[in-house]
T-cell receptor, first 112, second 115 residues
Framework: KQEVTQIPAALSVPEGENLVLNCSFTDSAIYNLQWFRQDPGKGLTSLLL?????REQTSGRLNASLDKSSGRSTLYIAASQPGDSATYLCAVNKGPGNMLTFGGGTRLMVKP | DADVTQTPRNRITKTGKRIMLECSQT?????MYWYRQDPGLGLRLIYY???????NKGEISDGYSVSRQAQAKFSLSLESAIPNQTALYFCATSGATSGTYNEQFFGPGTRLTVL
């Protein structure tokens, strides 16, 4: 059974800092991995999707990497801003259109 | 307008009551999913449907049932609500792009409290 773990569970950083969020998964046979952002009381917003054949994806100040063989993904946020404060979730997909297995999330606070 | 909508957004109910959560989507996707989120546990899959005639149980389907009334509508029912079903419920959709299914798109969630 796939298990997804995110460390740390919570993180507080000053504005402007670069930071890395970690995601690990136990079964390397994945189809893709998605990073989401969740704001309090709101739904999930997809940030980046990495296919199993890819090593990384970038969108603006966000960069996600994938090392399938070691069961790890990282989300790098450059020059963090208070507006980045949210919970970040990673989820792995074992097959096209199949169910996602989620990690518990990292709650990020960026202080002005 | 939002692509994936959920109603109600908030609901408080009592133990033993039947309750239905509804999800509608305008994305034209054929695959729909119901997840629940508990604090610190991430999201877990309850049921999923690959088309109107295809319904599948997820990881935690006990105590829940679903109905796929049309391609755009997928409802989740709690036949007899209990307090440990208090959670945040999300609907999601997925559609084929160039023959493959990739991203899932989520609704805003329904916060359900069972007293």
């Amino acid at each position: 059974k796939q298990e997804v773990t995110q460390i740390p569970a919570a993180l507080s950083v000053p504005e402007g800092e670069n930071l890395v969020l970690n995601c690990s998964f136990t079964d390397s046979a994945i189809y893709n991995l998605q990073w989401f952002r969740q704001d309090p009381g709101k739904g999930l917003t997809s940030l980046l999707l990495i296919q199993s054949s890819q090593r990384e994806q970038t969108s603006g100040r966000l960069n996600a990497s994938l090392d399938k063989s070691s069961g790890r993904s990282t989300l790098y946020i450059a020059a963090s801003q208070p507006g980045d404060s949210a919970t970040y979730l990673c989820a792995v997909n074992k097959g096209p259109g199949n169910m996602l297995t989620f990690g518990g999330g990292t709650r990020l606070m960026v202080k002005p | 307008d939002a692509d994936v909508t959920q109603t109600p957004r908030n609901r408080i109910t009592k133990t033993g009551k039947r309750i239905m959560l509804e999800c509608s989507q305008t994305k034209g996707h054929d695959r729909m999913y119901w997840y629940r989120q508990d604090p610190g546990l991430g999201l877990r899959l309850i049921y999923y449907s690959f088309d109107v005639k295809d319904i599948n149980k997820g990881e935690i389907s006990d105590g829940y049932s679903v109905s796929r009334q049309a391609q755009a509508k997928f409802s989740l029912s709690l036949e007899s609500a209990i307090p440990n079903q208090t959670a945040l419920y999300f609907c999601a959709t997925s559609g084929a792009t160039s023959g493959t299914y990739n991203e899932q798109f989520f609704g805003p969630g329904t916060r359900l409290t069972v007293l």
